[in-house]
Nanobody
Framework: QVQFVESGGGLVQPGGSLRLSCSYS????????VGWFRQAPGREREGVAC???????TYVDSVKGRFTISRDNARQTVYLEMTNLEPEDTALYSC????????????????????WGQGTQVTVSS
C-alpha cells in the first residue's frame, strides 16, 4: 500500500525558513516522481515543486529562488526547503506520487499525481 506522511510544518515569521519532509511507504520509491502541493483556505490546491526519478526539478514561479526540493532515496523521503517565507505561503502542504514514468515533463497539476498525504500546516505570520 502506498502512503505519504508529511511533517515539518509550523508557525514562522515572515522571512523565516522551514524544511518539510514527505516520507513514503511502498515499493520502488526511487523510480517515482514526487510533487509538493499547497492549499490555502478558500483557494484551489496549487502545485509547488516536483522532482522526478532522474532528478528533473520543476517549480511554480512564485517559489523559484526561495524553495528547494530534494530527495533521499535511501530514506524514501522528499524534502522541501523553504526560505524567505511570505504570508502568502501560508497553506496546508501535501505531497503525492507522480503517475507517469520515463520522458514525461511534469507541469505539477493535480491530475498528474495520486496517493495524497494528509498534509502539514505552514503558517507565516508575525
Amino acid at each position: 500500500q502506498v502512503q505519504f506522511v508529511e511533517s515539518g510544518g509550523g508557525l514562522v515569521q515572515p522571512g523565516g525558513s522551514l524544511r518539510l519532509s514527505c516520507s513514503y511507504s511502498g515499493i520502488n520509491f526511487h523510480q517515482w516522481p514526487v510533487g509538493w502541493f499547497r492549499q490555502a483556505p478558500g483557494r484551489e490546491r496549487e502545485g509547488v515543486a516536483c522532482i522526478t526519478d532522474t532528478y528533473e526539478i520543476t517549480y511554480v514561479d512564485s517559489v523559484k529562488g526561495r524553495f528547494t526540493i530534494s530527495r533521499d532515496n535511501a530514506r524514501q523521503t522528499v524534502y522541501l526547503e523553504m526560505t524567505n517565507l511570505e504570508p502568502e505561503d501560508t497553506a496546508l502542504y501535501s505531497c503525492a506520487r507522480g503517475m507517469y514514468l520515463g520522458a514525461y515533463h511534469y507541469s505539477i497539476r493535480e491530475d498528474e499525481f495520486r496517493f495524497w498525504g494528509q498534509g502539514t500546516q505552514v503558517t507565516v505570520s508575525s
